[in-house]
Antibody, heavy 117, light 105 residues
Framework: EVQLVQSGAEVKKPGESLKISCKGS????????IGWVRQMPGKGLETMGT????????RYSSSFQGQVAMSVDTSSSTAYLQWSSLKASDTGIYYC??????????WGQGTLVTVSS | EIVMTQSPATLSLSPGERATLSCRAS??????VAWHQQRPGQTPRLLIY???KRATGIPARFSGSGSGTDFTLTISSLEPEDFAVYYC???????FGQGTKVEIK
């Protein structure tokens, strides 16, 4: 069974850094794209970007380019999403998702990030 | 950039009724469209891909149709667990539609 297990909820202050994780299991991690999707409170789904674990090829949506960084550790089958300086507008739920045949097929349970002073 | 426009924004129906949700793309997608369901407080899940193929474990009451720029998700008889938000998305593209909320009338 394919599973994507994300790290737990975070509460941070503006300006702080953060790295959340997504651990894949039940499939070969290095050959499927992983994406990150943001859902702001009460809003819809926005894809932030995708990363190919096999060679760390990373593609960012124009809205998120320069705002976040995606990375992977294939030895632990884990993908990461990182912020160097959080803003209140980064508050939301972040989902990782595994792509198969160019569709987002398997979703992580989501990580709630709250940024508040 | 592909824009996906869903209608209506909200659909108010009773259990047992038929739901018809629409999604229009700004350019032709052939049949390369997916539908996702997000129940309140839950993670999204893939329902339909390639416009009409049900994902693993999805009940037969869910069906998808369409090609080109116009796509439809139909729920033949609403069950209580079907009241949720539904998003359409083109394959190989990051855009999601804005969602249609199916609520209990």
């Amino acid at each position: 069974e394919v599973q994507l297990v994300q790290s737990g909820a975070e509460v941070k202050k503006p300006g702080e850094s953060l790295k959340i994780s997504c651990k894949g299991s039940g499939y070969r991690f290095d050959i499927y794209w992983i994406g990150w999707v943001r859902q702001m409170p009460g809003k819809g789904l926005e894809t932030m970007g995708t990363i190919y674990p096999g060679d760390s090829d990373t593609r960012y949506s124009s809205s998120f380019q320069g705002q976040v960084a995606m990375s992977v550790d294939t030895s632990s089958s884990t993908a990461y999403l990182q912020w160097s300086s959080l803003k209140a507008s980064d508050t939301g739920i972040y989902y990782c998702v595994r792509f198969y045949a160019d569709y987002p097929v398997d979703w992580g349970q989501g990580t709630l990030v709250t940024v508040s002073s | 950039e592909i824009v996906m426009t869903q209608s209506p924004a909200t659909l108010s129906l009773s259990p047992g009724e038929r739901a018809t949700l629409s999604c229009r793309a700004s350019q032709s997608l052939k049949n390369f469209v997916a539908w996702h369901q997000q129940r309140p407080g839950q993670t999204p899940r893939l329902l339909i891909y390639d416009a009409s193929k049900r994902a693993t474990g999805i009940p037969a009451r869910f069906s998808g149709s369409g090609s080109g720029t116009d796509f439809t998700l139909t729920i033949s008889s609403l069950e209580p667990e079907d009241f949720a938000v539904y998003y359409c998305q083109p394959r190989s593209n990051w855009t999601f539609g804005q969602g249609t909320k199916v609520e209990i009338k």
